[in-house]
């Protein structure tokens, strides 16, 4: 009777032991519940699919999502404890490790996906810039670029007009491209100095920060003129009548590498194991996203309109997540590369694309010295964790859940690259050489 009573009980243990050693088992991690950040937009999606469709459970975590007010309070969050991750600006984290604004220690183990921006203009404004630009059957031909604004900025300067636009934060992809697009078109978008911590010294255009669900408003009462944004409140300004979106990230870089999922750095060194965890969680939300040719994004589009989410009509987001752009009533068009999450290589931590953030920061005079090349690789190997994303890939390869093919075989750096409206290429390994080639801006 003992004896059978011995051998259940190691047979329970060895159960046991077969159960916590599995992936994702919730007795590894070192801490199940977490509150997590986001701002209403559509490239917070797969924090917002790990939740709602059970991959965050999956991993054995309890996540409480929050919306924040804007980026400032999100990151003050993070840095504070009462967020233990968020969906976050890339330039964020680089800011805060390079001291910008404030200083601490953020990385990123998941990048958020690509393209998800564009550049919006009032009507007004627009219909000053439609005079300068050609025509195809009837509608303007795109990409437009920002010399067709630059006509309209100068007129403005001649009558004693100043111009302002609307980004999100002083670190953001909104503000690096908007600056990008408008010094392409010979629009000079002003520079941060140590006096001028509002980057308008030199301005053409003044550029402010606005919260995201705030820009259409701010837009429709006149104090801005256009704005850099995510969806969907580039949409929300077409469906209100009130504005005109005239170029996407698409169009202004191909790939352009949007969010990231940001954590104290002191986090995922006490908690490795939940860090891989979500890392896990959000790489099976990229997935289901960009599934066979996006097949669930409009049940994604239906899960975003739910208030506590984003909270615009579905008709509003829809559009931008399946691939089709409205532009103006009328004018709507196929866009099948905008926010992509997971195809594409989008959740891949690059150091390259924590790189070109750094030059831009150096461009606009964020960073006020001239830095060597191996300061920029240097800097961005302190933020992005490929490594995690590495670890977390290949035990969703090991359970059956991805392909071993999509795991990228690279240094940290894709290919050199043109692929922007101005066509100047970029080489993540060659950053004051790439500084270099730009009109406007600082050199090195």
């Not at 030059?359 to 191996?374: F, H, L, S, V």
Request: proline share 6%; aromatic share 12%.
């Amino acid at each position: 009777m003992f004896l059978k009573k011995f051998l259940g009980v190691i047979v329970i243990f060895v159960i046991f032991l077969a159960l916590v050693s599995a992936p994702g088992f919730a007795a590894q991690l070192e801490k199940d519940e977490l509150t997590i950040g986001f701002i209403k937009l559509t490239d917070c999606a797969p924090v917002i699919i790990a939740k709602e469709k059970g991959f965050f459970e999956d991993e054995g975590l309890y996540v409480t999502l929050q919306a924040q007010a804007n980026w400032k309070v999100l990151l003050d969050r993070v840095i504070d404890g009462q967020l233990d991750g968020a969906h976050m600006l890339p330039g964020q984290a680089i800011g805060a490790t390079v001291g910008f604004g404030t200083k601490s220690d953020i990385v990123a183990p998941f990048a958020m996906g690509l393209n998800t921006l564009a550049v919006t203009v009032s009507n007004e404004v627009w219909a000053e810039m439609k005079k300068n630009i050609p025509q195809e059957d009837g509608k303007p031909v795109h990409p437009i670029k920002a010399d067709a604004l630059k006509i309209v900025v100068d007129q403005y300067k001649a009558a004693g007009k100043k111009f302002p636009m609307g980004m999100v934060f002083p670190t953001s992809t909104h503000n690096y491209e908007l600056r990008y697009w408008l010094a392409a078109g010979g629009l000079h978008p002003g520079y941060y100095t140590p006096t001028d911590i509002t980057g308008t010294t030199d301005a053409d255009v003044l550029i402010s920060v606005t919260p995201p669900p705030q820009m259409p408003a701010t837009l429709e009462a006149g104090t801005i003129y256009g704005y850099s944004v995510g969806e969907p409140w580039n949409q929300q300004a077409v469906f209100k009548g009130i504005g005109v979106p005239v170029v996407t990230a698409y169009h202004i870089w191909t790939r352009t590498p949007e969010k990231i999922f940001g954590m104290r750095k002191d986090f995922t060194e006490k908690y490795p194991n939940t860090t891989l965890a979500v890392t896990k969680a959000l790489l099976r939300a990229a997935m289901w996203l960009d599934e066979d040719n996006g097949k669930n994004r409009q049940e994604a589009a239906k899960i975003f309109s739910k208030p506590e989410y984003i909270g615009a009509d579905y008709d509003v987001i829809v559009g931008p997540i399946t691939g089709v752009y409205q532009y103006e009533k009328g004018d709507t068009r196929p866009l099948p590369s905008f926010n992509i999450y997971f195809k594409d290589d989008a959740s891949y931590p690059y150091y390259g694309d924590a790189v070109w953030y750094l030059t831009q920061m150096r461009r606009w005079g964020q960073i006020t010295e001239a830095k060597p090349d191996t300061w920029y690789e240097e800097t961005a190997k302190k933020v992005y964790l490929p490594d995690v994303w590495l670890k977390a890939a290949k035990e969703l390869v090991a359970e059956g859940k991805m392909s071993e093919t999509a795991i990228p075989q690279t240094d940290g750096h894709r290919t050199s690259t043109g692929d922007f409206i101005d066509g100047i290429v970029y080489d993540g390994r060659k950053p004051n050489e790439y500084l270099a080639k730009f009109a406007i801006g600082n050199k090195n």
